[in-house]
């Protein structure tokens, strides 16, 4: 009975755990879908941006050309569907659409919008499905003549549904409802991911439940011979018809899941049963023991002394009243008859037992292999990771020879790298109840130094009285980093794991604009003072971890909800903010001690200085950009005189405003140059070592101030770019060198020039178009040019870059990649862009000389670059020493002070030649 009532209990915790663990994937899977609706509302809001940046490339119509009915898009920009031009009280004025298009401008959408146009005073977006499903956007705009209009974008859905499904993996589909219905179901599928499938799927889904035609709803079960998930929720509505969104996923692999839960729960009855049956032995011990002692005759039993024993325990029983021992010595007389009967039988019964020890043997070896051959990590260890048992995989990882390692501790493998919070100490809670589960992600660091990503189940157990942990993990490390690389490649600092510098900037711009009129926001500089002598001295693997420590650093001491960043190479900045009713800043976290930094690493132990600049946002400020401006120029000042210090630029008056006065000054004098010519270009030879002559020259820009003297680029190309005046700088020195290589060219002179282009100039629409006009007008010859395009400005998109670039190809020129080796550009990159030339950046070459490792990492430039069939010129080299070297090394170019200066072209010599070379 005590057995059977053992067995329903922990049947009833089996049935509940197994309960749990279900619940605990659906959880999950609610959770996953929440997170791919945020994420379709992202991609929306991202495509509906580029629609506004889109429309501010459109040229406003005069009134004219709307009343004639002739004023159009110039073009149609790739994807879009129609444009609409509307007055601010929603009357279309005039429209342009793709051939074929369904489009359909409701009353509706126009009426919304106008009104919430109006009330925003803003942009205005949405989603919606009617004959198609069309992305539109509202952008209020003001005419030249002074008229309020309202330019309506529309482009397909299409790409919409590409992108969410190329980014999530996730099937999506969009579909319209009727209003007057209350139950949700399938009007028509506009558009969707995996069509054939994704409309079955809901078409079973919406017939097998009946959801309101209005909210969001989430299926979870069992359709079509499948496991799926899907989350439905609407887009917008027009009319009698909502539009509607639908995500699915396919979930089969959750079905192995819930299996191996439920043997996991079999193993811990069987286990348990197993320890009551023990502990109901231990019970009756004492009284067996009793009863042993009592009984004399039961030693002589083992030997087969049967007679002996009968005449003992008949000499024993001599009592007038029998009690509990003469009971038990009669028995034991009946037990010796029953020996006796039975020893004939006893080979028989031991060869029984032989067999059946035989085939515990073979089931512990069978469920050994099936643990073994497991895909997951499993390891038992106790309250402070001492590990008790681990299975093949994990030993593997581990670098464990044994399944039951000695001292070998689970926080050595399995640990946070960005906490100093243990394994141990996190699982501290799951010792309150056996039947307690925690679920999370963690590390595992693997022998070889490899970190891959788990996903851990953890369980408490009851093993010989003694509290264990049953920690199950399953490697997740390509889905992680696939699912993280989207987001490393735009949001985050390879290195540091922190915001970079754009989303840094696009956070900031958010949080200015929530809090401005509640929050006292300020912007904190941290710049490592030396970090460049800091590289050269111990390496840059020595600063990365610098770096890498001084952020992790950082973000335990700065506040949680401040946002923290690497803005430059040895810069951060975070923005910090302080209710105004709180009367709080930046002064009550007593940065000083910031300032100072031990750095600790192998046999490195430096105290790093750290200039800190803190300065306040207000509303005379443009945006966040020009705070940094303003907080960059306060650091230089600020280095300049005492570095290692805390400086508050509040406290310095005007001195912002001053830099901002200066920054006005400087522009409107570049502006002022431009426009007077003013711009001057200096030209500085590039040698080929193959017949050690000069082969073309790099075009490089002077401006000359009002009273005739020459400013250096490092003063106004920043103003430039911030400005937005660098297309209209690049264009000017662009015409320059070209007529100057005409000049050449009627004279005989056949060196090439190289122009500098950036990529903000590089992406103007009309750029292929002003280029081959420039070509035209001043008769250049493009077989004479090269266009350089810096590493650190190339294109995130491959195939965008490409496109680009073959401007210069279509018109004959060539293209050099410059500064590489200081950016990100991958191999892949100048595998497959035009690239001819690979210029190597002078901080490879300065100390060439002096440091072996940098002759090792330009050497393998070199080649990796002829590999690829481009050539190679490497810039900075300014010692003849560093000459030798780069030639040895095989370059095809050389350029840098030993060879020439940038000089004007009334100083520039052609004839320049090395000797020795």
Known sequence: MLFLAVTLVMGGRGYLSFVQTVNSQREKVELDLSQLEATFHAIHQRSSNELFRLADQLRVPAENELDDGEAFAPSLISGIESIYYLSNTGTILNS??????????????????????????????????????????????????????????????????????????????????????????????????????????LVGILKSRKYSSHGNHIFFDSILNGLYSARFFPLSSDGDIISYAAVLQDQSHIRALIIQALKDIVFSTVITLVLVVLLIALILKPSLNRVMRLAEVLPLLPKGRFSDAKKLNKANA????????????????????????????????????????EALTEAKLFNELILDSSPLVVVIHDRDGVIYNINKLGRELAGLSSSSPVAANINNWVKNEHSSKSLSSALANIFDSTSKKMQGEMAF???????????????????????????????????????????????????????????????????????????????????????????????????????????????????????????????FCAIIQHAKSTGQSVKDLSLESLARYIFIHNDIHEEICISIVVDCYDESLSGIDELISNSTSTMAKVKSKIKGSLYYAAESGDSSKQQRQMKYRMREQLQSALADNRLVVFYQPILD??????????????????????????????????????????????????????????????????INITAFTLEQADFEARLVDMISRTGANPARLIFEVVETDALENLSVARKLLNNFKNVGAKVALDDFGIGFTSFEYVRELPVDYIKIDQSFIRFIHERESDQILVRSMVEMSHNLGKKVIVEGVEHREAFDIVREIGVECVQGYYVCRPVPISALDLSLSIKGA
């Open 445 to 571: 660091f693997t022998d070889s130094g490899h970190k891959l990503y788990f996903l851990w189940t953890h369980s408490c157990l009851q093993i010989n009285g003694e509290s264990r942990i049953l920690s199950m993990g399953v490697d997740i490390t390509e889905r992680k980093e696939t699912a993280q690389s989207l987001y490393w490649l735009g949001q985050h600092d390879r290195i540091t794991g922190l915001l970079n510098r754009g989303s840094f900037t696009e956070s900031a711009s958010e949080a200015i604009a929530k809090y401005h009129d509640s929050h006292h926001i300020e912007l904190v500089m941290f710049d490592i003072d030396d970090f460049a002598i800091f590289n050269d001295r111990f390496g840059f693997d020595a600063g990365d971890c610098l770096l890498n420590s001084l952020a992790a650093y950082l973000m335990q001491v700065l506040p949680d909800h401040c946002l923290l960043a690497r803005t430059g190479s040895g810069e």
């Open 96 to 201: 342009s659409k793709q051939a074929g298009s369904n489009e359909y401008l409701s009353e509706k959408q126009i009426s919304d919008a106008v009104d919430i146009l109006r009330r925003e005073q803003r942009p205005h977006a949405n989603l919606s499905c009617l004959l198609q499903c069309f992305q539109s956007v509202f952008i209020p705009v003001i005419a030249d003549d002074g008229r309020e209009l309202i330019i309506n974008i529309n482009r397909s859905a299409t790409l919409l549904i590409q992108d969410f499904y190329e980014i999530t993996g996730a099937d999506i589909a969009l579909f319209s409802v009727g209003k007057e219905s209350d139950v949700l179901a399938v009007d028509k599928v506009f558009v969707a991911s995996n069509a054939e499938i994704i409309s079955s799927v």
């Open 689 to 754: 070592l193959a017949s050690n002559s000069i082969s073309h020259c790099e075009c490089l820009v002077r401006m000359l101030d009002s009273e005739g003297e020459f400013i250096s680029p490092a003063h106004f190309l920043g103003i430039a770019a911030e400005s937005g005046l660098m297309p209209q700088l690049d264009f000017s020195v662009m015409e320059k060198a070209m007529r100057q290589q005409r000049i050449w060219e009627d004279s005989g002179i056949h060196v090439g020039l190289s």
């Open 318 to 357: 001599k009592k007038k009243f029998s009690d509990e021992i003469d009971v038990l010595q009669y028995t034991v007389n009946e037990v010796v008859d029953s020996l006796e009967d039975m020893s004939a039988s006893v080979s028989q019964h031991r060869d029984e037992l032989r067999l059946k020890i």
